[in-house]
């Protein structure tokens, strides 16, 4: 039997790789799509980790796609999301990790 932490940070793991998976497709399509429909592929994201996670991981996944979907359009609010979206990874994987430790 695995270990419920490690389930954890992998369900979650999961979500967020695939939200960063998107948003780099979405980036490398920029020049076709432009603006136009900056939420269509994180629907996909959402789908693979509600899939594979469950509920949590599905909310987070629909969560992190919309803001970074809807940041398209400005750049200086894309920088500013980035910087959030990484203190909530770094906060996540410090719990994660305090938890593994007890």
């Known amino acids: 039997m695995s270990h419920p932490a490690s389930t954890f940070v992998l369900r979650y793991g999961v979500a967020l790789l695939s939200v960063t998976l998107t948003l780099i497709v979405r980036l490398l399509l920029h020049p076709f799509l432009d603006t136009d429909a900056p939420l269509l592929l ?27 979907g809807a940041n398209q359009r400005d750049a ?26 007890r």
């Open 42 to 68: 994180f629907t996909l994201s959402v789908m693979v980790s509600a899939w594979y996670g469950g509920y949590g991981p599905g909310v987070m996944a629909t969560l992190l796609g919309a803001v970074t």
């Open 76 to 101: 200086r609010r894309r920088d500013t999301v980035v910087l959030a979206l990484e203190g909530i990874v770094r906060r996540g994987l410090d719990s994660g990790r305090s938890r593994q430790s």
